[in-house]
T-cell receptor, first 115, second 115 residues
Framework: EADIYQTPRYLVIGTGKKITLECSQT?????MYWYQQDPGMELHLIHY???????EKGDLSSESTVSRIRTEHFPLTLESARPSHTSQYLC??????????????FGSGTRLTVV | DAKTTQPTSMDCAEGRAANLPCNHS???????VYWYRQIHSQGPQYIIH???NNETNEMASLIITEDRKSSTLILPHATLRDTAVYYC????????????????FGSGTQLTVLP
């Protein structure tokens, strides 16, 4: 039973459209993350947050933006989608303990295709 | 965070133990060893982590050498559903509040469990 939810699961959208990928978790985790993964390739961190109103860019440069207005919600937005944004986007969260007892919990991902 | 080296792929017979090695020769004293796995098209799943003692949970065992330069993840009775990419990650845990320590995923080991 998933405690972190991503919607939509699949999205096909035209170039130039604005899109928001949703990520919500019900575990009360302070820390949340967005990873990007192309098929058969490594995961790359693009954004993370350690609490409400706190966001940072990750290791991989991304044209997307994120917000963290509520603890449980960490949406990712692309203002103008391009074919180069086609990828799988994975959201994760972790508790604040050091180290977190159960590691990161990942969502099922959003597979985005921009045509 | 220390770099890890894993074999690209491994096979294992169903019902046998799967032993996945990981080298982390540059690991420092405060870095933990984490293992995750990613079944095709899904988000990564946390398996286990440890600092210097061997660890066991309902999913797997983690054996860390005394010098901590390598570790082995053991799946005691592999099933077909254990076929996945397995990631070994080492990282420092944050000690201060408000800092997010993100995971950096490498290429991992593709484990294929054969019937």
């Amino acid at each position: 039973e998933a405690d972190i939810y991503q919607t939509p699961r699949y999205l096909v959208i035209g170039t130039g459209k604005k899109i928001t990928l949703e990520c919500s978790q019900t575990m009360g985790h302070d820390k949340m993350y967005w990873y990007q993964q192309d098929p058969g390739m490594e995961l790359h961190l693009i954004h993370y947050s350690y609490g409400v109103n706190s966001t940072e860019k990750g290791d991989l440069s991304s044209e997307s933006t994120v917000s963290r207005i509520r603890t449980e919600h960490f949406p990712l937005t692309l203002e103008s989608a391009r074919p180069s944004h086609t990828s799988q986007y994975l959201c994760a969260s972790s508790e604040s303990g050091s180290p977190p007892n159960y590691g990161y919990t990942f969502g099922s991902g959003t597979r985005l295709t921009v045509v | 965070d220390a770099k890890t080296t894993q074999p690209t792929s491994m096979d294992c017979a169903e019902g046998r133990a799967a032993n996945l090695p990981c080298n982390h020769s540059t690991i420092s004293g405060n870095e933990y060893v984490y293992w995750y796995r990613q079944i095709h098209s899904q988000g990564p799943q946390y398996i286990i982590h440890g600092l210097k003692n061997n660890e066991t949970n309902e999913m797997a065992s983690l054996i860390i050498t005394e010098d901590r330069k390598s570790s082995t993840l053991i799946l005691p009775h592999a099933t077909l559903r254990d076929t996945a990419v397995y990631y070994c990650i080492v990282r420092v845990e944050s000690t201060g509040s408000g800092s997010a320590r993100q995971l950096t995923f490498g290429s991992g080991t593709q484990l294929t469990v054969l019937p």
